[in-house]
């Protein structure tokens, strides 16, 4: 089975910082783009970041760009966020999402982890 | 950024009702479009991709469609388990974007 699950959130204070880990089972990690969607309590949806499968590419939200820091270890089966100089805005559920296809990216999302809280 | 606008942002419905949610783009996205359901408290679960395919195991109740319009996600026979919040994302060109969700009560 496919399993996503995250980790690390918490209470932080503005302009602190914290790192958010995505643990992997049941699919070949390594193959797949894996992405962090945020959702703020009670909106919508907001992708923030995106990563390729050896780590050459990355991509991020100018929301985030220059505070958070995407980056996975594909011998760990993990995927982390490094969020740094947290603002009251960045307050969230934090979602580790899987790409739908191997190796050549679709750029939508399943499945989806359970989701870590972020409060700043 | 492509901007994606949903409407309704909600709608009352009751069971075995047609739904119907549209999403429209700021420009042309082509059919990569996505759709998704989300329950209170859980993380979303994708139903549509390419606009009109039904991801594996979604119930064939749900539908997705291109016209002139935009895109519509269509549930033909409204079930309990449907009510929900359920959200359209644009694939074509970073960054990804998702509407502002349409949230699915009973009426």
């Known amino acids: 089975e496919v399993q996503l699950v995250e980790s690390g959130g918490g209470l932080v204070k503005p302009g602190g910082s914290l790192r958010l880990s995505c643990a992997a089972s049941?699919?070949?990690?390594?193959?797949?783009?894996m992405y962090w969607v945020r959702q703020a309590p009670g909106k919508g949806l907001e992708w923030v970041s995106c990563?390729?499968?050896?780590?050459?590419?990355?991509y991020y939200a100018d929301s985030v760009k220059g505070r958070f820091t995407i980056f996975r270890d594909n011998a760990k089966n993990s995927l982390y966020l490094q969020m740094n100089s947290l603002r009251a805005e960045d307050t969230g559920v934090y979602y580790c999402?899987?790409?739908?296809?191997?190796?050549?990216?679709?750029?939508?999302?399943?499945?989806w982890g359970q989701g870590t809280l972020v409060t700043v | 950024d492509i901007q994606m606008t949903q409407s309704p942002s909600s709608l009352s419905a009751s069971v075995g009702d047609r739904v119907t949610i549209t999403c429209r783009a700021t420009?042309?996205?082509?059919?990569?479009l996505a759709w998704y359901q989300q329950k209170p408290g859980k993380a979303p679960k994708s139903l549509i991709y390419?606009?009109?395919s039904l991801q594996s195991g979604v119930p064939s109740r749900f539908s997705g469609s291109v016209s002139e319009t935009g895109f519509t996600l269509t549930i033909s026979s409204l079930q309990p388990e449907d009510f929900a919040t359920y959200y359209c994302?644009?694939?074509?060109?970073?960054?990804?974007?998702f509407g502002g969700g349409t949230k699915v009560e009973l009426k």
């Open positions: 420009q042309d996205i082509s059919s990569w």
């Open positions: 999402a899987r790409d739908r296809r191997q190796y050549q990216p679709e750029n939508w999302f399943d499945p």
């Open positions: 049941g699919f070949i990690f390594s193959s797949y783009y």
């Open positions: 390419a606009a009109s």
């Open positions: 994302q644009q694939y074509h060109s970073y960054p990804l974007t």
């Open positions: 990563i390729s499968t050896s780590s050459s590419y990355t």
